[in-house]
T-cell receptor
Framework: DTGVSQNPRHKITKRGQNVTFRCDPI?????LYWYRQTLGQGPEFLTY????????KSRLLSDRFSAERPKGSFSTLEIQRTEQGDSAMYLC???????????FGDGTRLSIL | GENVEQHPSTLSVQEGDSAVIKCTYS??????FPWYKQELGKRPQLIID?????GEKKDQRIAVTLNKTAKHFSLHITETQPEDSAVYFC????????????FGKGITLSVRP
């Protein structure tokens, strides 16, 4: 499967713990996006990268959230000191710059106990 | 910022009938409008997209129309089948396919056999 891959698929953690998610984009795609989706809502943009450069961050991305794409390939999204409101599906997408469109992964479902 | 709205939140049609799903957007600078289909527990999948220099685009049973003056765009599905049942999200971007997408809340389409 050469689609966008996300790990883990599910993460259950206690409030206050740190969590990290990984996204592997489609291999030739230079743009990578993170979105968050809660029940009954559409995906909400969090941040995106072109190669290793983080080009835009949403105001939704508080200082507890950090995303990296150190070598312009896979990306990680870390949430520190998790809160109940962080429970959501975290979706990653990738695209080929200048061509598009965005292709999504299956997401990581985060549940905060 | 951009605001995308979808109405109604649910739509039920008889198998074989046509379904039309409408979205409105607020930012007149938006120039890219994709539609995603999301089945329960699965990733959003792009089904069709349109750019602002085109008024209509068709792909087999699916078509999208864009009215820039009224700032709305619609998804048309003909000869609906039970496997068309899913949540459909519209989105908009003011910088093309390779930037953040603003999604609507989604519409649940049910196709009755």
């Amino acid at each position: 499967d050469t689609g966008v891959s996300q790990n883990p698929r599910h993460k259950i953690t206690k409030r206050g713990q740190n969590v990290t998610f990984r996204c592997d984009p489609i291999s030739e795609h230079n743009r990578l996006y993170w979105y968050r989706q809660t029940l009954g809502q559409g995906p909400e943009f969090l941040t995106y990268f072109q190669n290793e450069a983080q080009l835009e961050k949403s105001r939704l991305l508080s200082d507890r959230f950090s995303a990296e794409r150190p070598k312009g390939s896979f990306s990680t999204l870390e949430i520190q000191r998790t809160e109940q409101g962080d429970s959501a599906m975290y979706l990653c997408a990738s695209s080929l710059g200048g061509v598009g469109p965005q292709h999504f992964g299956d997401g990581t479902r985060l549940s905060i106990l | 910022g951009e605001n995308v709205e979808q109405h109604p939140s649910t739509l039920s049609v008889q198998e074989g009938d046509s379904a039309v799903i409408k979205c409105t957007y607020s930012d007149s600078a938006s120039n890219y409008f994709p539609w995603y289909k999301q089945e329960l527990g699965k990733r959003p999948q792009l089904i069709i997209d349109i750019r602002s220099n085109v008024g209509e685009k068709k792909d087999q049973r699916i078509a999208v129309t864009l009215n820039k003056t009224a700032k709305h765009f619609s998804l048309h599905i003909t000869e609906t089948q039970p496997e068309d049942s899913a949540v459909y999200f519209c989105a908009a971007s003011d910088t093309g396919a390779n930037s953040k997408l603003t999604f609507g809340k989604g519409i649940t389409l049910s196709v009755r056999p």
